[in-house]
Nanobody, 129 residues
Framework: QVKVVESGGAQVQPGGSLILSCTISGGTVDYSTIGWFRQAPTRAREGVSSISVRDFSTNYADSVKGRFTISRDNYQNTVYLHMNNVNSDDTARYYC??????????????????????WGKGTQVDVSG
C-alpha cells in the first residue's frame, strides 16, 4: 500500500519562502503523476502543481506560476514544492497525492483529480506577520 507523507509546513511572512516535501513509500508504482493541492477553510480545493513520474513534465495553477516550483528526487522518491514570494492567499493545508492521470494543459487539475490514488494528511502553511 502506497503511503504519502507531507512535511515542511510552517508559518512564514509575506514575501518569504518555504519548501514542502512529499515522501512516497510502499506499494507499487501504479501512478503516472505526483502533485500538490491545497485546501483553505473558506476556499475550494485547488490544484497547485504536478510532475510526471516518466518525463518530469510539470503543471502549475495560474495563481502560483512564477513563484512555486515542483521538483522530484527519484532516488529518495520525494517530491518538493519550492514556494517563493508567498502571500496570504497561499495560506492553506497542502496535500500531496499520486494520480493515474498524465495531465497537461488548462484541464490538468481536473484530469489529475479524477485520477487521484493516494494522498497524505497534509501540512499546514500559514502566511502571516
Amino acid at each position: 500500500q502506497v503511503k504519502v507523507v507531507e512535511s515542511g509546513g510552517a508559518q512564514v511572512q509575506p514575501g518569504g519562502s518555504l519548501i514542502l516535501s512529499c515522501t512516497i513509500s510502499g506499494g507499487t508504482v501504479d501512478y503516472s503523476t505526483i502533485g500538490w493541492f491545497r485546501q483553505a477553510p473558506t476556499r475550494a480545493r485547488e490544484g497547485v502543481s504536478s510532475i510526471s513520474v516518466r518525463d518530469f513534465s510539470t503543471n502549475y495553477a495560474d495563481s502560483v506560476k512564477g513563484r512555486f516550483t515542483i521538483s522530484r528526487d527519484n532516488y529518495q522518491n520525494t517530491v518538493y514544492l519550492h514556494m517563493n514570494n508567498v502571500n496570504s492567499d497561499d495560506t492553506a493545508r497542502y496535500y500531496c497525492s499520486t494520480s493515474t492521470a498524465n495531465p497537461h494543459g488548462s484541464t490538468w487539475w481536473t484530469d489529475f483529480y479524477y485520477g487521484m490514488k493516494s494522498w497524505g494528511k497534509g501540512t499546514q502553511v500559514d502566511v502571516s506577520g
